[in-house]
């Protein structure tokens, strides 16, 4: 059976996975913090949280709230910055069979082409996904990804400035998905991943205020799934030089396996992370189960079959 997927076809790197499985930027952390109650190398990839060129300490609490079909977070990026990540998170890395994936954000596009050029070459580092998408900082995230000129733009800056494969993720808070995918595609990306998170919020009615320090944060989980689906179906159908890799409400393999039905090479997962920690090593079984009673030899068998 063949669960191995290549998500940077058109860069002379490359970055071949052993199965189509991910961990979402900002659900596992660096990777390295805990414990994991599973072989954290049986994943196909995982991505560390958004990483800006200083440390961040992020938004004001509470960053996080339920709601009932999901989650909202309005971290705002709190992470360890670029240098302290090629200190003490890259070496770690470089010893793991587990490729790692850099999520760049930053407020300028200067910033996001300053961490860019400071991981390329840095052993340990097997690509960046580029977060033009982040709903939960006052500048640059979501506002570039929004905007098809402006995306173009940083995608093409990020990909001269660093030889890394190139993942560009797309935020599911526009009305032309397609159009985005599209330029991004054309200035360069190797893969594009959708989605990040929904724009969203919630009040407490005791208090009478947005329950979010931020007031608003970004929605994930079950209640995004059937929109990053649809838009994983939509991209997939008009881009075909570059894989397209799903996420959004993902908690087991059925899931998975609608996103890779619907055209995604690969799937992330992010919430489910937060409620079942070995969510992803399922998800991996529970594909391959579903492959050896279906008869498929290769998973590229059905990537967009929902399609044809
Ligand atoms: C607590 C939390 C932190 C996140 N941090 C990041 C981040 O730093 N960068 C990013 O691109 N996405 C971030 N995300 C978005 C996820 O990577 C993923 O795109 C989104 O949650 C949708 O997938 P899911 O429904 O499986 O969680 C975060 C999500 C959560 C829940």
Redesign the pocket.
Known sequence: MKLSVQLAPQNKRGLLLSNPVIA????IGYGTEYEHPFDIQSLGAL?C???TFEPRDGNPQP??AETSC??L?S?G?Q?IGVRSLIKEKAPVWAKWRVPVIV?V?GSAEEEYVRIAREIDGVAGISGI?L?I??P?VKAGGMEFGADPVSAARITSAVKRASSLPLWV?LTPNTADIVGIARSVSDSGADAI?L???LKAMAIDIKTRRPVLGNVTG?L???A??PV?LRMVYEVAAVITRIPVIG?????NAEDALEFIMAGASAV???????INPPAPVEVIEGIKAYMQKEKIEDIHDIVGVARR
């Open positions: 979402a930027s900002g659900t991505v949280k958004g990483t960053r996080i999901g989650v977070n971290i990026l992470n999520n954000a996904e977060n998408s982040c939960n993720k991943v989605t990040n998170t970004g994930s989980g079950p995004l799934k990053a996420c959004g409400g993902i908690l992330q997962i992010g919430t489910a992370n937060l």
